[in-house]
Each structure stands twice: as C-alpha cells, then as structure tokens.
C-alpha cells in the first residue's frame, strides 16, 4: 500500500533546510505505514511515498526522491539497492535499521548504499540522520570504522586491477544459491522450503558448504561469498546466534 502526502510544504530556515521528498522501500505493509505515519508529521518533509520492492523497480519511483530508504530486513536487500542504483545512479540509497557491523555496513556498501540508518537509530532522529547523510556526515562506530580500513587496506595490497582469490569460485550452482541464501539470514528450515528439499538435506549443503568456503559461521558466509575477510572474531562473538539454532 502506498502511502502519499501532499507536497508543498516549506520548512523554515535556511535553503539547506529545503523539505524532503523521501522513498521508502519494504515488503512490510505495517512497517510502510508506521513509518510513514511518523514522517508526514515532520514539517521539513515535503512528500514520502512508500512502496515495495517490485512497484519500486516496476513503476521508476525513483525519480520522485531526494533519497531512498531501504528496509535492510528485506531477504534481497543488497539485490534490491544494486537493481535502484542501475535504475538512477544519482539519488542516494540510505540501507535503514542496519545492524551496525563491518560485515553489514561493508555489504551494502558494495550493493551501492550510500549511507546508512543503525537499527540503533530513535524515530524521532530518523530525519535529521537522513538529513547528515544527504550532506555527507555519516558517523559509525569505531568497530566499522576498523573494518573498513581493513577492507581498504585488502584491496590495496591486491595491487591494481588485482583479485583476490576466492573460495566461492568452486561452488556449483546449488551450493551459491544456499550460500546467497544464508548471506540473506534464510534459516535451515526456509532454505528447504524455498528451495523444496529436506531439512536434513540443507542441513548436509550447509554443513558441506561452511567446509568448502573454510568458514565456521554462517554469519562468515556472506565475506567468503564476494572474496571479503571474515570478521573479527569479537565481531563474531557479538552477532545473533545461528539461524539454523530451533526457535522457541
């Protein structure tokens, strides 16, 4: 469902302050219009539309933001900024409520974000953090900040037009579909069903593929998957538990 406002509003201040047109992607109905519920009260915000991932792509929705806000629980988030970023390459794509690690900040990073929300981040600060990225502040923690000097100092040792090599380039076609799916957070379970076999054989693909891409995490996956260092191991012990632990 889409929600619209009318566009017209002023804001006070200074041209800096110019009011917002705003696009925020989710397949979450609710999340859409929570969100923008809270947004259509702010005066400095002229317009916000929100809209799932396919009417996005489908309808050009781009055009008619300043920037676009998306949801980073989406399965396909990454595919999905890479797909708006193709569409137009000039407006800002902000990832929201990311979970601020190396690994996550650096991903969608590659995908083509331009900034980012930490799912640390309060409602009532939401504009004025778009309004820091829109000016090129972003702050992060001194963790990300580490991690991507590391991913920096990896790429520069590689040399020019060098490439480091990869785990990932042995996997069959089998073995990437499951390795995007655990870099998408899909749990054993959901990968069986999405890709209609049993659980005790994604169970065996999974195990098989950590060996094959020499990782011990699945939160690992996603670094071995595009030839990025696995993280930290503080890092590591700090992420969500294994999707493939039951759920109570």
């Known amino acids: 469902m889409d929600t619209n406002l009318a566009p017209g509003r002023t804001a006070p201040g200074s041209p800096d302050a110019a009011p917002l047109r705003l696009l925020f992607v989710s397949d979450v ?36 933001a300043d920037a676009v806000l998306v949801d980073t629980a989406l399965p396909e988030g990454p595919a999905i900024v890479r797909q708006l970023r193709d569409i ?24 083509g974000a331009t900034g980012y929300l930490p799912n640390t981040v309060r409602l009532t600060q939401i504009v004025r953090v778009v309004r820091d990225l ?76 950590l060996g094959k891409l020499n990782v011990e995490h699945r939160g690992d996956v996603a670094a071995a998957l595009h030839g990025r260092p696995a993280a930290l191991p503080e890092e590591t012990r700090t992420r969500p538990e294994p999707l493939s632990q039951p759920s109570v």
């Open 134 to 209: 829109l000016a090129g502040q972003q702050l992060c923690s001194g963790r990300v900040a580490a991690g991507l000097l590391r991913r920096i100092a990896v790429a520069a040792s590689l040399g020019n037009g060098g490439e480091a090599p990869s785990p990932a380039r042995g996997l069959t076609r089998r073995e990437r579909q499951i390795a995007e799916l655990i870099a998408a957070r899909f749990s054993d379970k959901e990968i069986a069903r999405r890709l209609n076999i049993s659980l005790a054989t994604a169970k065996s693909h999974v195990h098989n593929l």
């Open 29 to 64: 109905c609710f999340v859409r219009e929570a969100l923008a519920a809270l947004l259509e009260r702010d005066p400095s915000i002229a317009a916000i539309r929100c809209a799932d991932p396919a009417e996005t792509v489908a309808l050009g929705l781009t055009a008619q």
């Open 88 to 111: 137009a390459p000039s407006i800002p794509v902000i990832a929201c409520a990311l979970r601020e690690s190396a690994e996550e900040v650096i991903a969608w990073a590659e995908a």
